[in-house]
């Protein structure tokens, strides 16, 4: 696969951003014509040569040792989801006939009982993409908004950046945004073949601009813990905390399960409960006027 573009954006963009003094460097006379480093004082720092990383950044990692690569990593003082994306780029990068294909990872039945057990907790199993491929009742009622869209799965990117209800459900939607590109940055270099996620971006990249701007920035990250608020349009604020696990699947997949809990004795448990029952509500509604079997 040819990923060149990919890596010279982001090293250059992780160059870009450090000074030579955050690197330990002594400022060099005279005036700079590029932000943050030069490549000859990446090179300097990594212990290569200059030729060599420029060859570098110009694309050309396939077949670079692991220990060159980490010196790299250190020399741009990438933080741990960087250096696992870098690490990613490389592996994309050797030769491979591995074809584009379509997203294969299930969510097993079991994985479904144990979410209906959560009756306190939202929790749902999302993969790389960010498609909503199984959840649970209040999972389904705190993204209600996501779930709207009449697509399926339910994909949270794309209501993120195309549904302009989205600027009011995320009380910081540019911080919301960061993190949601991010995701998929990293989700694109850990499987590059995967014509779903790339279909996606490029939908995502051509209708929206706000996207486009932070695609472009080549950020990624690992999410594994925090805190995030809701505007819910049927309880008001929550402001929840997650926990994201990896799941286990038997062919080439990611899938992700997370997990929102509130504080105790906090407004938003408080607003989490009835969130609860406004959508056993709903539920009990909807299944009122099914017709009968």
Known sequence: MDNRSDI?????????????????????GGRRR??????EEVAVLAGVSTDWYTRLEKGHIAGVSEDVLEAVARALQLDEAE?????????AARPTRAPQRRSRARVHPRVQWVLDSMTSSAAFVANGRMDILAANTLARA???????????????ARFQ?????????????????????????????????????????????????????RWAAHDVRIHHAGTKQFRHPAVGTLELV????????????????????????????????????????????????????
């Open 8 to 28: 010279r954006d982001f090293l250059a963009s992780r160059r870009a951003r450090l000074t030579p003094q955050e690197a330990g460097l002594l400022p060099g």
């Open 34 to 39: 590029v932000p943050g480093l030069r490549r």
């Open 83 to 91: 250096r696992a994306y870098l690490f990613d780029l490389a592996r």
């Open 142 to 156: 705190l993204y209600s908004p996501v779930f709207d869209d009449p697509r399926r799965p339910a994909n949270i």
């Open 161 to 213: 950046f195309l549904d302009p209800r989205a600027r009011d459900y995320h009380t910081d939607w540019d911080g919301a945004a960061k993190v949601t590109v991010a995701l998929l940055r990293t989700e694109a270099g850990r499987d590059p073949h995967d014509k779903d996620l790339r279909e996606l971006v490029g939908e995502l990249s051509t209708v929206s601009e706000e996207f486009r701007t």
């Open 242 to 293: 997650y926990h994201t696990l990896d799941l286990p699947t038997q062919d080439h997949g990611k899938l992700a399960l997370t997990i929102y809990t509130a504080e105790p004795g906090s407004p938003s448990e408080d607003a989490l409960k009835l969130l609860a029952s406004w959508a056993a509500t709903s539920t009990a509604v909807r299944t009122a006027g099914e017709p009968t079997a």
